[in-house]
């Protein structure tokens, strides 16, 4: 890729880390005030590398996410007017208002499905891949999942088949160290993750999930592997998760120790600085970046505020989706 293209890449993805830590930043801070926001609130801090993955695909490919998906979703394209009605349960909401935060879909951007039933995403996303290769298109499909869900059977039943049918679906493991309550060691047999790839016939790469660039290499090279028909892979991000599980959840069960290390490795403070260094963005223009980030996060809730809840006459509308109309898929 030449390097003013990567350059230009590399200014978008520090600019949707900026836009998603100003959403979610906003989304705690409503969290915080009574009867603002229903339902639970699982945020993405800390982990907004991961845009870089979603930058590298083209708008022809699926991602299917998790619970923790506020970054995929902007990075994708999703507007932060639409997520945040939608999280707050109005009709103007990406699934007006039925989804809530934890199921959120956005089929014109090809996002087929957000599910917090763990390990549900890749069995899903496998037959995204499968439909992809059956009908020889030219797409590959990227599922996010936890570290708690890679202990799931559902995903290895995933990585499995994917791995007999050569399909092109690539599995990113966000493993931010904790699955709910539970550390890694707790559930998990050995320290990565990465290392059942070689089980499933696909190469594994671990990679520094606080990186984008590292991120944005590996997922390309990745990407580019399984649209040549080459099969799936698997990358491990290595990352951290910054808030609980849930904005009720204040961690009191994590050695604060490990928080505040976490806490100098902060991706966005990282990327800026290093962006700032090879004079791809100046001072002024993050600062610029920061602020607009922030006025779209207020015209958002301004938005959201002002937004009607579904008529209860709705209630079974939009319930099934018509892939051909929804997508141009059939
Ligand atoms: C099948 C299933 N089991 C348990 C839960 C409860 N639950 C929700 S999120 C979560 C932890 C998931 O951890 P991980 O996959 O590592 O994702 P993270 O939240 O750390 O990003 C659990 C146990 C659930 N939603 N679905």
Redesign the pocket.
């Known amino acids: 890729m030449a390097k003013e293209t990567k350059n230009a890449l590399r200014r978008s993805i520090l600019e949707k880390m900026l836009l998603t830590r100003a959403f979610e930043d906003r989304i705690a801070h409503l969290a915080a005030q009574k009867d603002r926001l229903p339902g639970m609130q699982?945020l993405a801090t800390g982990q907004e590398a991961a845009v870089a993955a979603v930058l590298a695909l083209g708008p022809e490919d699926v991602i299917v996410t998790?619970?923790?998906s506020h970054a995929h979703l902007l990075a994708r394209g999703a507007t932060p007017q639409s997520l945040l009605a939608e999280i707050m349960g109005k009709e103007t909401g990406v699934n007006h208002g039925k989804s809530g935060t934890l199921h959120m879909a956005v089929p014109h951007l090809n996002v087929l499905m957000t599910s917090?039933?763990?390990?549900a995403g890749p069995l899903l996303a496998m037959g995204a891949a499968f439909a992809q290769q059956y009908k020889e298109e030219d797409a590959v499909t990227m599922v996010f999942?936890?570290?708690?869900?890679a202990a799931?059977g559902s995903v290895h039943e995933a990585m499995n088949m994917a791995g007999v049918w050569h399909l092109p679906l690539l599995f990113v493991c966000?493993n931010?160290c904790?699955?709910?309550a539970q550390s890694l060691k707790d559930h998990c047999s050995v320290s990565n993750i990465v290392t059942r790839a070689a089980g499933y016939g696909m190469p594994g790469k671990l990679v520094n999930g606080n990186d984008p660039d590292e991120i944005l290499d590996t997922s390309l090279e990745m990407i580019a592997r399984c649209r040549q028909g080459q099969g799936p892979a698997l990358m491990e991000l290595a990352t951290y998760?910054m808030r609980g599980?849930g904005e009720y959840d204040h961690q009191e069960y994590v050695d604060p120790e490990e928080i505040a290390f976490w806490a100098q490795r902060d991706p966005i403070k990282l990327f800026r600085t290093r962006l700032e260094q090879d004079g791809v963005v100046d001072a002024a223009q993050a600062e610029v970046m920061y602020r607009d980030a922030e006025a779209s996060i207020d015209a958002a809730l301004e938005f959201a505020d002002a937004s009607p809840y579904p008529a209860p006459q709705a209630a079974f509308d939009h319930l099934w989706a018509r892939a051909e109309e929804e997508t141009g898929r059939i």
């Open positions: 699982i998790n619970h923790r917090t039933v763990v390990g999942f936890g570290d708690g869900a799931e966000e931010n904790w699955a709910g998760r599980h």
